[in-house]
């Protein structure tokens, strides 16, 4: 996970960005040849209805997902959450996936983590889970010493507010601290558990797998309901399904907007007319190069970049994400900015897209 993000303010062409390539190229970096394959993706692809997704049929795609968004939405988390899973159990089948998204609040006072948080309630073939995401202020990547001095009090705020979860959702899983991490062990063997912890002080979360669909549809509503009366961003993931099955989908609770994300395969240069095809109200992203900083930098602590090219609107933008800052962060917007010829904003992604 790179959460080290600049990106360019302004707009460039699609020929201004290949020539980025070229600069790069100048410099004994590798980027992409306009015409290789690379992977582009979709997302935020607001559609009028399913069928739109044909216009990518020139291209080959996989990872097709339709979300329904909800802005501003004040009805109710189990009646939601309950129609999305009924839907699924009629058309459920290897490879089928949905879920349901909706924030809640850790009660606590925390300096190191957002009261905000995610949470998760999802079907897969054959069995269910929650999903439950915390967010810190600030990214610090593995090997930074920024924030060191926090540790503890970042440490006692991932237990309390772990904790928080945990109580609302009544799960067997012990909350533990080792080597300065915290450590989540699920007292069920009999299921699966995942955590992920892509550094100290970012973003983190835990999944624990059930084989009863129904399990987790109560405690979820009472974790969702700590958000309270104020109106919530809530989202359903569909992946896998058939034209009817989407179509059961939308009557679940009509009025949601439609957007679609996936994974499209193409020549770099035919990156305009995916672009063109998703307009007027989708984005994507592919990678123009990918390197070690180390090769420009031989001074400084190594740190994974990537440059990546944005579309969106009709026009593309520059992005640059890093592992760490290889330089004092004073130093990294011109040094980025004398590395790809534009200027450059630190720019972070949100947490809960």
């Known amino acids: 996970m790179r959460e080290r993000r600049w990106e360019t303010p302004t707009t460039l062409t699609f020929d201004q960005a290949l020539a980025v390539g070229e600069r790069l190229a100048a410099r004994g970096l590798s980027p992409t040849d306009p015409s290789k394959d690379v992977i582009c993706y979709v997302e935020e ?8 997704f044909d216009q990518l049929d020139s291209w080959a795609t996989e990872d097709v997902t339709l979300v329904h968004s909800r802005d501003a939405w004040r009805g109710d988390f189990f009646l ?23 924030p809640w609040l850790i ?6 983590h957002q009261s905000r948080s995610m949470l998760w309630l999802g079907f897969r073939h054959s069995h269910g889970f929650i999903r439950v995401r915390l967010q810190t202020n600030e990214v610090i990547t593995p090997g930074e010493a920024r924030g060191d001095a926090q540790r503890d009090l970042w440490l006692a705020e991932r237990r309390r507010a772990f904790g928080a979860a945990m109580a609302f959702l009544n799960l067997p899983v012990e909350i533990d601290e080792e080597k300065d991490h915290v450590v ?4 069920e063997r009999s299921v699966p558990f995942f955590c992920s912890w ?11 797998n059930t084989s009863d669909p129904y399990e987790f549809l109560v405690p979820a509503s009472r974790l969702a309901a700590t958000w309270g009366a104020e109106p919530a961003s809530v989202r359903a993931y569909l992946t896998g399904f058939s034209d009817e099955a989407l179509e059961e989908f939308a009557s679940v609770e009509p009025g949601a907007r439609c957007g679609y994300r996936c994974s499209v395969h193409c020549p770099l240069d035919d990156i305009p007319e995916v672009l063109t095809a998703i307009a007027a109200a989708g984005r994507l992203y592919t990678t123009l190069c990918e390197f070690q900083t180390s090769a420009l930098l031989p001074d400084s602590e190594d740190a994974s970049a990537i440059v990546g090219l944005v579309g969106a609107d009709g026009a593309f933008q520059l ?9 004092a962060e004073e130093q990294m917007a011109g040094w980025l900015e004398g590395l790809l010829g534009f200027p450059v904003v630190y720019a972070p992604l949100p947490p809960f897209p």
């Open 184 to 187: 989540l062990r699920s007292l």
């Open 198 to 208: 892509p550094d100290a002080f970012g973003p983190c979360q835990f999944e624990f």
């Open 80 to 102: 939601l959450a309950g129609g999305y899973q009924t839907v699924y159990q009629r058309h459920q089948a290897v490879g089928t996936y949905c879920s349901v998204s909706h």
């Open 45 to 52: 692809w607001t559609v009028a209805s399913p069928d739109d």
């Open 319 to 327: 992005e640059v994400r890093l592992n760490r800052a290889p330089l």
């Open 107 to 112: 009660a606590d006072v925390l300096k190191t």
